[in-house]
T-cell receptor
Framework: GAVVSQHPSWVICKSGTSVKIECRSL??????MFWYRQFPKQSLMLMATSNEGSKATYEQGVEKDKFLINHASLTLSTLTVTSAHPEDSSFYIC????????????FGPGTRLLVL | QKEVEQDPGPLSVPEGAIVSLNCTYS??????FMWYRQYSRKGPELLMY????GNKEDGRFTAQVDKSSKYISLFIRDSQPSDSATYLC???????????FGQGTTLQVKP
């Protein structure tokens, strides 16, 4: 199956700082990627759709100015959590569609963010 | 009411047991149905993917979809301790790429 990587795997930061998370599709191109957030013992919730060459689209209730998404190339999308606060502490996971038409999403290993 | 309902468990079974995991949904627009396995602190791993009613088998795993009842199931035969994980059902309305997840069921298979 398709492989998606994320970096970093975990990050601890102080409140008020910004954190950038990278999502890469390995050996395949992804014009669209998705960002999810997962709180402890809860399911994944879609935050936004990252589109290569255009603006990201955000789900209802997600602050686009707080969660900046940049789809810089066909293999890289970044999520920047700006002015992070403790309530932003969560597990952030990206996904990309499979290489074969009709395949479903393949997920990255996730990035655990802890804001102190 | 959530679009996708899944019993969070936890579910504990002895090794070798048959496990049945289920999800119900309310949105008739869902066309694609998936089961993911997630180990602690890891990203979800795709187990099964189907888009039609009926059964789909892959090794010890069988996915079942009943669109008329808006009900999907995942069966695990001859369960192993390594199957201990959280199992997430997910659904997609059309070919949008946007997945709606169930809450996940935590499974523990005891040796």
């Amino acid at each position: 199956g398709a492989v998606v990587s994320q970096h970093p795997s975990w990050v601890i930061c102080k409140s008020g700082t910004s954190v950038k998370i990278e999502c890469r599709s390995l050996d395949f191109q992804a014009t669209t990627m998705f960002w999810y957030r997962q709180f402890p013992k809860q399911s994944l919730m879609l935050m936004a759709t990252s589109n290569e060459g255009s603006k990201a689209t955000y789900e209802q209730g997600v602050e686009k100015d707080k969660f900046l998404i940049n789809h810089a190339s066909l293999t890289l999308s970044t999520l920047t959590v700006t002015s992070a606060h403790p309530e932003d502490s969560s597990f952030y996971i990206c996904s990309a569609p499979g290489r074969v038409s009709g395949e479903t999403q393949y997920f990255g290993p996730g990035t655990r963010l802890l804001v102190l | 009411q959530k679009e996708v309902e899944q019993d969070p468990g936890p579910l504990s079974v002895p090794e070798g047991a048959i496990v049945s995991l289920n999800c119900t949904y309310s949105n008739s627009a869902f066309q694609y149905f998936m089961w993911y396995r997630q180990y602690s602190r890891k990203g979800p791993e795709l187990l099964m993917y189907t888009y039609s009613s009926g059964n789909k088998e892959d090794g010890r795993f069988t996915a079942q979809v009943d669109k008329s009842s808006k009900y999907i199931s995942l069966f695990i035969r001859d369960s192993q301790p390594s199957d201990s994980a959280t199992y997430l059902c997910a659904m997609e309305p059309g070919n949008t790429g946007k997945l709606i997840f169930g809450q996940g069921t935590t499974l523990q298979v005891k040796p």
